[in-house]
């Protein structure tokens, strides 16, 4: 079918469907420590979101967002973050490159795939409102989760710190309202054994508790082809407390302390060019040729088998909300989260030393927002708000490169250290109006002013054997730079009915500047700072949903205009400037929808398709009189932005004469080619692929009991979902692969 062809049906599918189906699948959870199953409702149940920082039907906002409940994250066998996959138009979240720990989120095709700590993420992430400064030990387990929200496009007055693609907000249980709790012990293949539990209840009238925990294991989907030792895999193990206090009704307060320990193994993937050595008497030298046919599933490293990836994270926070009167309410959120990490990553994920690296950071961060909400009762609600953060990240790293030049044949030793300090404060002022100046007509402003001041301290030594000891030297520098963004955003919305609704807005989002945290050269130290990037984001869609709430959906097109792109690319040996090289427009219509179509029959839908286009990309490796010069580097394509994304899902619930219930579910996603690296190497990137899960529960009557089963890409596809490029260095071009096809099984005991 030809491409036109494609569009065509696709925007008609949308526009046909969009005013009868869901923009989400979650399902509002009941008051107990049990979720209800999806199948017993004859109807689709209510969502209420937060996506404006108050509570308001998912059908009233005029935002792109999708939301899941506890038990639509299990019908997507979603085990970790990067579970959404899949689920949400134009999203892609995926395990960070080479990283047991970080995790890589596009939205419409702008985020930040390098883990590195001198970037910032291109989509922010929240738990619990606390925003999560780093990639790395933001791929959390969804072990106690109440709703997950994806909100689409720069989230620049509400949400604007670093939240130009989006943002992801994660909110755990609440002791007073999830009371009871639920143990649940899974097994699978791949070593896979896992135990959640989760116990809340009132200790008075005024004070109540929860505790949640989970221990997750598996043995991994790559081993050693040589020694059998298992790569990729997970031991983690997480807990979190709650104690929410409520003397009065107008005052609520809630403290929450979390930790996460993870232990796991190297994360490898495959070399997809030919690794190459530079002899100094013999020329260029073939390490080891490009693979050929379909990955196996196999590797080699040349690091030591007790080398692995290590984290610690722990948080506690606060929140409380007053109730000064019928109309004002105040709200605090404290928080302090502590990340550390020592990892080892295997860059060429070959036996060969040619970018092997240690990466250790000892991060902390504090944040405090306050704000003044105003809600007359009718026609008028008012957020303002102020934020302020402090974020540290000392960090040291060593690179070992014993195999990227050699003389006669006998290798030439090689070690970098680097040890740097990031010190950024954030502070930020917001306020945002919702008035319904007519009946049925509502206008929303807000404007954020946000400023980021970023403190760097970089050293970075390197030690050559003979016959290249003379190269040894020592590049060091410290660099302080302020960056001030002024955010607004505006819509307008009009309600048709009270089913159907319309709206247009537009959106600034801005992502702070900040200093390149490779900075190995002295011409590279001497510029090392990167600008911001800043993102316009203009969107018109329609939310709608039947008389009889059997059906709802959501359509909306968006075109954004992104400038300043901060590119990290690949220079010569060991350099990597940090580029503000492109501008880009980005154009795009999603579609989500549900449909009851029986008392125990759930159909889910979502479509997305992107065009991401640059307009301009300025890069001098791209000159032909440039020494580097290469011919496989182009910026014909945006990474990590499939032109189409989709997904379809049917639920069959069967009743049991003694009232429990059987259900049968399975979903069917498919992603167009995508592309992993910013120099668009083909071997970089994927072939569209369609994945197929399916799964079946058992729930016994009243839901005390539980037992799912499942398997996730059940026609065992092999694709990628990550790239790491760093073609400068032994002509270095790896790709990460998804997990093949696996299968598991559960039981959970609800009290």
């Known amino acids: 079918m030809k491409r036109n062809t494609i569009r065509h049906t696709a925007l008609s599918l949308a526009v046909g469907l969009g005013l009868a189906v869901p923009a989400v699948h979650a399902q509002q959870t009941p008051s107990t420590g049990a979720a209800t199953p999806a199948s017993e409702a004859t109807t689709l149940d209510s969502i209420t979101v937060t996506a404006r920082r108050r509570s308001e039907s998912i059908q009233d906002v005029p935002v792109a967002v999708s939301a899941f409940g506890e038990e639509q994250l299990k019908d997507l066998q979603a085990?970790?973050?990067?579970?959404?996959?899949?689920?949400?138009?134009?999203?892609n979240i995926v395990q960070g490159r080479g990283s047991a720990n970080s995790v890589n989120a596009f939205i419409r095709g702008i985020g930040q795939p390098d883990a590195l700590q001198t970037f910032d993420?291109?989509?922010?992430?929240?738990?619990?409102?606390?925003?999560y400064s780093r990639i790395n030990g933001a791929l959390f387990s969804l072990f106690d989760v109440q709703q997950v929200e994806v909100l689409r496009g720069p989230q620049g007055t509400l949400y604007g710190k670093n939240s130009t693609g989006g943002a992801i907000k994660v909110t755990t249980k609440n002791p007073f309202d999830d009371t009871g709790g639920a143990v649940e012990l899974t097994g699978g293949d791949h070593g896979r054994a896992e135990g959640r539990f989760y116990v809340s209840g009132q200790l008075s009238d005024t004070v109540a508790a929860s505790f949640a925990g989970a221990w997750l294991t598996n043995d991994g989907f790559i081993r050693d082809r040589v020694s059998g030792k298992h790569y990729n895999d997970d031991d983690t193990r997480a807990v979190r407390g709650k104690i929410a206090f409520q003397p009065t009704d107008d005052f609520r307060a809630t403290l929450s302390i979390d930790h996460t320990k993870q232990d796991a193994a190297l994360s490898l993937g495959r070399p997809t060019a030919p690794l190459r050595r530079t002899d100094l008497a013999l020329g260029t030298v073939t390490l080891l040729p490009a693979p050929t046919g379909e990955f196996d599933f196999t590797a080699r490293t040349s690091f030591a088998p007790d080398q692995g990836q290590e984290l610690k994270h722990s948080g506690i926070s606060l929140s409380a909300e007053w109730d000064l009167d019928d109309a004002l309410r105040f709200k605090s959120i404290t928080s302090y989260r502590e990340l550390e990490t020592h990892s080892y990553i295997d860059i060429d994920a070959s036996e060969f030393e040619l970018g092997d690296v240690l990466v250790a950071l000892d991060q902390n961060q504090f944040s405090q927002e306050f704000q003044l909400q105003y809600d007359n009762g009718s026609n008028l609600q008012t957020t303002f708000g102020a934020y302020y953060m402090k974020e540290k990240v000392p960090s040291y790293q060593e690179a070992y490169t014993d195999d990227l030049f050699a003389f006669a044949g006998t290798r030439v030793p090689f070690?970098?250290?680097i040890a740097d300090d990031l010190e950024t404060e954030s502070v930020a002022a917001f306020a945002h109006a919702n008035w319904e100046f007519v009946p049925t007509w509502t206008l929303a402003a807000g404007l954020r002013w946000t400023r980021d001041t970023k403190d760097?301290?970089?050293?970075?030594?390197?030690?050559?054997?003979a016959p290249l000891s003379a190269l040894n030297e020592t590049v060091a520098f410290s660099a302080k730079k302020s960056w001030t963004a002024w955010t607004p955003s505006v819509s307008l919305q009009k309600a048709f009915s009270d089913n159907l609704m319309g709206y247009v807005s537009a959106n600034r989002g801005f992502k702070s500047g900040g200093f390149n945290g490779r900075a190995n050269s002295r011409a590279d130290a001497a510029a090392p700072d990167f600008d911001p990037e800043f993102v316009w984001t203009y969107e018109v869609g329609m939310k709608g949903s039947s008389s009889d709430n059997r059906l709802r959906g959501s359509v909306a097109a968006f075109w954004s205009e992104y400038k300043d792109f901060q590119a990290r690319v690949s220079q010569d040996v060991g350099t990597f400037p940090v580029l503000n090289a492109a501008e880009l427009e980005i154009k795009g219509i999603e579609f989500e929808g549900s449909a009851r179509l029986a008392d125990h029959t759930t159909l889910s839908a979502q479509i997305g398709y992107l065009d991401a286009q640059y307009k301009s990309f300025e890069d001098f490796r791209l000159d032909p009189s440039y020494p580097?010069?290469?011919?496989?580097?182009?910026?014909?394509?945006?990474?990590?932005?499939?032109?189409?994304?989709?997904?379809v899902a049917l639920q069959q619930g069967f009743p049991l004469?003694?009232?429990g219930m059987v259900s049968v579910g399975g979903d069917v996603s498919y992603r167009s080619e995508t592309w992993l690296s910013v120099d668009n190497r083909a071997n970089l990137s994927q072939d569209a692929y369609t994945l197929v899960g399916a799964y079946?529960?058992?729930d016994s009557p009243q839901y005390t009991w539980q037992v799912r089963a499942g398997v996730r890409n059940?026609?065992?596809?092999t694709y990628k979902v990550e790239g790491q490029e760093f073609a400068s260095v032994g002509n270095i071009q790896t790709a990460y692969y998804g997990w093949p096809r696996n299968w598991y099984v559960s039981v959970r005991y609800n009290f």
Do not use: C, K, M
Not at 714 to 717: G, S
């Open 628 to 647: 580097g010069f290469d011919p496989n580097v182009n910026h014909d394509h945006v990474p990590f932005s499939p032109e189409w994304t989709a997904r």
């Open 657 to 659: 004469a003694n009232g």
């Open 121 to 131: 993420p291109g989509v922010g992430l929240y738990v619990d409102d606390v925003y």
């Open 714 to 717: 059940l026609t065992d596809r």
């Open 696 to 698: 079946g529960v058992w």
């Open 415 to 417: 070690l970098r250290t």
């Open 79 to 91: 085990n970790n973050i990067d579970g959404l996959q899949g689920a949400v138009p134009n999203l």
């Open 456 to 465: 760097y301290d970089r050293s970075t030594s390197t030690f050559w054997g």
